[in-house]
């Protein structure tokens, strides 16, 4: 195949230049408080990018304290606390305090400040519109507004490590009656503290992801250029469909949960609160009558769809690389669809597999243990048919397709180790290990955040016209793929030796993580390595930071559809100009149009119209039908 | 660029796009309030003996209160049928109607029923010291008719000193064992001018009717707050879509604005209907 068959996606260089016609927009309304969805999502791209890299080194932090317990971290041990404030690491040695904010502010900021602004606002952003052939989402204003929302609510959030007590420290969850007595009392302003923020800043969040979760949605019923059924979207495109959906149902629920966390900080109202308790030694003066338990079931009502948030996205990506890369349509594209609308669905009522410890009732976890065992049907039909997709296509193995390889097993690794969590005997035992730490980053690390590698190695030439760096990117990702798996492999075994996820001193003061040996290392012992592959894993994304700022001005040029894709994003100029298209696309066919026999390219753009000859050959020509 | 089916109807489905979105905005503002009723029930079922109250409330307020929003709700439709008629003039009237009766219903709630609760007094007593005021709780009647004990005593603050409290008493605690008072009251009783004696060393807690009184008053104050804050939202939006700046839209184009206030009439139809479902659960129940 030569690159001079694949330009033909309808466009003159010049339209460029008369689509511009219209008067230019001041830098500030360009790209700063821009409407246009590609620069949105940009924004909304870099924003998420930023906050992961953050949310990782404050983990970096954390695996110091879990691997050296007590002893100073040397060089930047010394200046932390000129950043954080003096009490959180004197002489370089992390405080319990310190320690838990790192980890409640890693969960956070990974979660809603990083997989969910790169992985659902800037892909769904940049790329569903143009997948869809639409010159805009339906609500631009709507959509800046849901940026800068995400914004605040980021800001709040950073800002709550330098008020007095520093930042929230009851885990992502903040459960309460913990949360709702944290960064509370002397030294502590009653608004600007910790946990207060936390909520604040949340309710920021959350009408972001509201007012994006509109717009998408509205975005893919209306926009749909014509001849664009729904059965011929791009499987990206249906699993941001069903993520918006999952926002825009799940997020509320918590968003009430935090009002009234909030109320009981601030107004000291007991939603959650039951009578009689006793903080630091006095008993607290509330009318209690609140439940502890209340909160819990409203944040997992929202925290178990979210997890299919962080995941489907990926899942989307992945399925458009993979089809890309192995030359062939994506196998079994309906059971796709129509399993990700059945986890859609379903995640909304399996909640409670995280609350097997409150002690429900029989009938109750009875019936939560089904949901999520049936939850997992779908999620294995996905994975199985992205294998199948492979069987049997010529594989380019690009640096996106690298990426969108690896993610499979590692996603079904995730994914099989949950299984044993949806059982009740056994998550007893299994419940706050760090087994429960490695099931759900294989699926949200080298799952998730592979996938958004990928995406970004994949769409990174339509949004700039050039290419990164394939060398570069293979530098990125084998060491990126093996620390993952030195770090959170050996985890499921310290989890099942009895290691608790919370333990500050990584488990040195406990017997269960100094007894037991897994591979000759006690479960303390292997903490060291953990951290060690932590840490070279931040060296590896260095490849990945310069070649993403360096291709974006050296990169090498590209056309217009490098990847021979089909989709209908590749028939616009890279990068698309203010309204996407020159002309308005029509689609003609499905969105996985690879090897079509009898054409003498690979792919079969959306946009080409069936021609008579196809018609009548509906089934594949008699030649390539097996005797 | 323009954006399709702002104004038309996209062919195939049917709807243009802001009604879309405010369906989907209103799904999720069921969940949000859906799950402040959830708490509410969870909270209510949980709750000891005693400690959950009824009819504090001031029910012919609440009632007109709700009237008044059904009403608005009519009268939103009416402007919205007014301009597709292109009508400017009956639409501004009915417009008017809406936005004062959004602005009356906020008036009786913040300057008139929460006050009054935030003036009234409540002490619980000590589980030990509950028969000391029998006389004001009248227990022993309500355990032989296997009703609920009374553990507060509300009323008036009058005063207090180091050691006591002395209430002006609310009917229910002047008159204890009139079986009147086993059930909640149309009409609000007025504080009585009987005046009892509270030792504070008896009271488990006092304070005013505030959202610490109680998980009931919590939810009230939240559930009424954020209530109050769609009804100021859409109120904004009228009075925007009322004044001359819209006069301006409606001559460029009539339908944009007659979808604008279809759209923000959803909105505030959905407002009411939170409110159908507050005022039993609150007022009534
Ligand atoms: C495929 C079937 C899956 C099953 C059966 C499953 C089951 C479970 C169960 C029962 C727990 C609770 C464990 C405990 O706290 O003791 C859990 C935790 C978790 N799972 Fe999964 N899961 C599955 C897939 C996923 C996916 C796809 C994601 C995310 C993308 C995910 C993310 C999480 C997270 C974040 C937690 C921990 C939350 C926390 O306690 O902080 N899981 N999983
Ligand atoms: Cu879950």
């Known amino acids: ?427 007893l035992y299994l419940h706050d290990t760090y087994y429960v730490i490695a099931h759900f980053h294989y699926i949200v690390a080298p799952g998730t955040i592979f996938g958004l590698f990928a995406g970004v190695y994949y769409w990174f030439p339509k949004a700039t016209g050039r290419k990164m760096n394939d060398f570069w990117g293979k530098v990125h990702f084998w060491p990126t793929l093996i620390c993952m798996n030195v770090i959170f492999l050996p985890m499921f075994l310290q989890g099942m030796a009895g290691m608790h996820r919370r333990w500050y001193d990584g488990g040195q003061g406990w017997n269960v993580s100094n007894e037991h040996t897994i591979w000759g290392l006690t479960g303390f012992q292997w903490n060291a390595p953990i951290s060690w592959a932590a840490w070279i894993m931040g060296l590896a994304q260095i490849p990945f930071i310069i070649n993403f700022f360096w291709s974006i001005k050296h990169g090498e040029k590209v056309n217009d559809n490098p990847w021979e894709a089909t989709t209908l994003e590749w028939t616009a100029p890279s990068p698309p100009p203010h309204g996407n298209f020159v002309h308005t696309p029509v689609a003609y066919r499905g969105p996985y149009e690879y090897s079509l026999p009898g054409r003498e390219r690979d792919y079969t753009m959306q946009n080409e119209p069936v021609e008579p000859a196809e018609r009548t050959r509906r089934k594949p020509p008699a030649e390539l039908v097996p005797a | 660029m323009e954006i399709p089916y702002t104004i038309s109807t996209r062919p195939d489905t049917g709807l243009w796009n802001a009604k879309i979105g405010i369906w989907l905005f209103l799904a999720s503002e069921v969940m949000l309030f859906g799950a402040l009723f959830s708490a509410y029930i969870f909270l209510r079922i949980d709750a000891a003996p005693g400690t959950w109250p009824h009819g504090l409330l001031n029910v012919p307020v609440g009632t007109g209160n709700t009237a008044i929003l059904i009403v608005s709700s009519v009268t939103v439709v009416l402007a919205w049928a007014a301009l597709k008629m292109r009508r400017y003039r009956v639409y501004w009237w009915y417009m008017l109607a809406t936005i004062s009766c959004g602005v009356i219903f906020l008036t009786v709630k913040l300057a008139y029923e929460w006050p009054q609760k935030f003036e009234h007094f409540g002490a619980y007593i000590k589980p030990d010291a509950l028969g000391k005021y029998e006389k004001y709780l009248g227990n022993e009647r309500r355990a032989e008719k296997g009703m609920e004990p009374r553990i507060e005593i509300t009323g008036h603050l009058h005063s207090q000193n180091a050691k006591e409290y002395e209430v002006a008493l609310d009917p229910v605690n002047a008159d204890p064992d009139n079986p009147v008072m086993d059930r909640p009251h149309f009409l609000p009783l007025p504080v009585t001018d009987k005046i009892a004696t509270i030792e504070k060393e008896d009271v488990e807690r006092a304070t005013m009717f505030l959202p610490t009184h109680s998980a009931y008053f919590a939810s009230y104050f939240t559930i009424t707050g954020l209530h109050g804050l769609h009804v100021l939202g859409g109120v904004l939006v009228f009075i925007y879509m009322w004044l001359p700046v819209s006069k301006r839209l409606y001559q460029r184009n009539p339908e944009h604005l007659a979808n604008r206030v279809e759209v923000s009439g959803l909105f505030w139809h959905f407002v009411d209907l939170i409110w159908i479902f507050v005022f039993p659960l609150f007022y009534l129940l």
């Not at chain 1, 009522?349 to 609350?355: G, K, L």
């Not at chain 1, 019936?367 to 594989?395: C, D, E």
């Open chain 1, 1 to 427: 195949m030569d690159a001079s068959t694949s330009v033909e996606t309808h466009q003159d260089p010049h339209a460029h230049a008369a689509e511009h016609e219209h008067h230019e927009l001041g830098f500030w309304r360009k790209y700063i408080f821009s409407t246009d969805h590609k620069v949105i999502g940009i924004q909304y791209g870099i924003t998420g990018l930023l906050f992961l890299l953050l949310g990782f080194s404050l983990m970096m932090l954390m695996r110091w304290q879990l691997a050296y317990p007590g002893q100073a971290l040397p060089v930047i041990g010394k200046w932390l606390p000129h950043i954080f404030g003096a009490g959180t690491m004197p002489d370089g040695k992390m405080t319990p305090d310190f320690y838990n904010s790192l980890g409640a502010m890693h969960g956070t900021i990974m979660i809603f400040l990083g997989v969910v602004p790169l992985a659902f606002a800037a892909f769904g952003n940049f790329v569903v519109p143009l997948q869809i052939g639409a010159p805009d989402m339906t609500f631009p204003k709507v959509n800046m507004a849901s940026y800068w929302a995400l914004f605040v609510g980021g800001s709040i959030m950073l800002t709550s490590f330098f008020v007095p007590g520093g930042a929230a420290k009851s885990g992502w969850t903040s459960y309460v009656p913990l949360a709702a007595f944290s960064d509370a009392g002397p030294g502590h302003n009653p608004v600007f503290n910790g946990q207060t923020l936390w909520l604040i800043g949340f309710i920021f969040l959350i009408t972001s992801s509201l007012l994006g979760a509109v717009n998408f949605i509205t975005t893919i019923i209306q926009l749909r250029a014509k001849g664009l059924t729904w059965m011929r979207l791009p499987f990206f495109v249906w699993s941001q469909f069903v993520t918006a959906f999952l926002l825009l149902l799940a997020f509320p629920p918590l968003e009430a949960a935090i009002i009234m966390q909030l109320m009981d900080r601030v107004a000291h109202t007991s939603f959650f609160l039951p009578a009689g308790l006793v903080v630091n030694g006095a008993p607290v003066s509330i009318s209690g009558g609140g439940s502890p338990l209340l909160w819990q079931h409203l944040f997992w009502f929202l925290g178990h769809p979210e997890v299919y948030v962080l995941i489907l996205p990926a899942f989307g990506i992945v399925a458009e690389i993979l089809a890309n890369n192995s030359r062939k349509p994506l196998w079994g594209y309906k059971s796709l669809v129509f399993s990700v609308l059945v986890i859609g669905f379903l995640s909304f009522i399996v909640w409670a597999h995280h609350m097997w410890m409150t002690g429900m009732g029989t009938a109750v976890s009875a019936f939560f243990q089904t949901t999520t065992l049936l939850i997992s049907i779908p999620s294995v039909i996905i994975l199985s048919a992205f294998f199948i997709s492979l069987w049997g296509g010529s594989i380019r193995f690009t640096v996106p397709m690298l990426f969108a390889t690896a993610f499979l097993p590692m996603f079904g690794i995730g994914g099989l180790t949950g299984i044993p969590l949806a059982f009740n005997s056994a998550d």
